[in-house]
């Protein structure tokens, strides 16, 4: 039987440049992180990286990335749902202005949302009198999570929706499902996976992002400050021993929370199949 051409090089050298291109870009990089870490003495690693200034580093950052994610499921899901079911003049525009944060520079967003939501700002100082500080506050930390991490979802959930067909909801809505039940039964499990999706590229995101959130965070130590903002100080100080092992601990707990959420989205896939 004669093999079907391709336009593309065989398996061989395909996967070859593959693996080349991946450890020149990801594995060595990291690998060299690790082992620099391995040269380290326990008791020095446990100190560098458990220190209580590291660890509320800890929970800003991953707290922080936590919230803005989930918020951003649930915004993002409904920004997605409003562009692919309805029709308004200005859906093109704002179906381009959901992108804005993947083309800004981090410093540029950080100082936009500072200067609006600083006490003096237009939104800032409506919030003021009601007690509520965004700037310089752990809140505006999350702010700034939120804002360039809802892209991720908008961009997974939409491709989804898009090719769901809206017949299905019709007839599970002749059928007499309410509207709760028609996307509990028949929208969610769709969308469950492109969620899920969206989730871990907005955690990710918001994670590992400095340039705007440094801005309007005020950088406290124990309270606004983050563990890449850390790093960096502790790199200015020459203290590479420190900055490798906030590294180590953030890429570790990054990669076990991935793995976690990309396992349970092949679970709810085979699950799905198989049902």
């Not at 061989?12 to 380290?40: D, E, K, N, Q």
């Not at 908008?154 to 509207?179: I, Y």
């Not at 990669?255 to 085979?270: D, E, G």
Request: aromatic share 10%; hydrophobic share 55%; glycine share 8%.
């Amino acid at each position: 039987m004669p093999t079907k051409s391709s336009v593309i090089p065989g398996f061989g050298p395909a996967l070859g440049f593959t693996l080349f291109y991946l450890a020149v870009v990801v594995l060595i990089p990291l690998a060299a992180l690790v082992f620099r870490a391995a040269g380290m003495g326990w008791t020095q690693f446990v100190h560098a990286a458990f220190a209580p200034r590291v660890l509320a580093s800890y929970r800003m950052s991953f707290g922080g990335a936590l919230v803005a994610a989930l918020f951003n499921v649930f915004a993002g899901t409904l920004v997605a749902w409003v562009l692919v079911r309805y029709r308004f003049p200005g859906r093109k525009l704002l179906d381009a202005m959901v992108d804005l944060p993947f083309a800004l520079p981090t410093a540029v967003a950080g100082i936009s949302l500072t200067a609006i939501y600083a006490p003096n700002g237009i939104v800032g100082h409506l919030l003021q009198p009601l007690g509520i500080r965004v700037a310089f506050s752990p809140l505006g930390v999350v702010v700034a999570m939120t804002f360039i991490g809802l892209p991720f979802v908008v961009r997974t959930v939409q491709p989804v929706l898009e090719d769901q067909e809206a017949e299905s909801e019709e007839v599970a809505a002749s059928l007499g499902a309410s509207r709760r039940q028609v996307f509990r039964l028949v929208i969610l499990p769709t969308i469950a996976p492109a969620l899920l999706t969206g989730f871990a590229l907005a955690f990710a995101r918001a994670l590992g992002e400095y340039g705007s959130v440094i801005f309007i965070a005020g950088n406290m130590p124990g309270l606004s400050e983050i563990a890449p903002l850390l790093i960096v100080t502790k790199l200015e100080q020459y203290d590479y021993a420190g900055a490798t092992a906030i590294a180590v601990v953030m890429l570790t707990a990054a990669f076990l929370l991935l793995l976690a959420i990309n396992s349970l989205q092949k679970w709810r896939q085979s699950r799905f199949t198989s049902g």
